[in-house]
């Protein structure tokens, strides 16, 4: 009986060089997952504690708390925008 594990879906690497395209493409993806995730705990931490005012980081950028609150929200957006970025570029050097 044949098991859908048997049959890989990839073709094996053929070569060095590709081998090494591969791993550094590896490589490259495992950073920026790292640095996006680290980057995502910290707003997200940030916003816990601004919650709960544990914290008045953004109080020299904004004076309110809705000022802060935008000022939060901008922050969290440029965390999106990286790891859009982030992940297109992946995508892009890949050939996906």
């Not at 922050?75 to 925008?81: E, G, P, S, T, W």
Request: net charge negative; hydrophobic share 50%.
């Amino acid at each position: 009986m044949s098991d859908s594990r048997d049959d890989p879906t990839e073709t094996t690497t053929e070569s060095r060089e590709q081998a090494a395209e591969e791993s550094a493409w590896m490589v490259q993806n495992s950073i920026r997952i790292g640095v996006f995730s680290i980057l995502l705990v910290v707003v997200f931490t940030l916003g816990l504690m601004q919650a709960t005012g544990l914290v008045d980081v953004l109080a020299p950028i904004a004076d309110s708390e809705t000022g802060q609150w935008i000022a939060f929200g901008v922050l969290a957006a440029a965390a999106a925008a990286l790891g859009v970025w982030a992940w297109g570029s992946s995508r892009e050097n890949r050939g996906s």
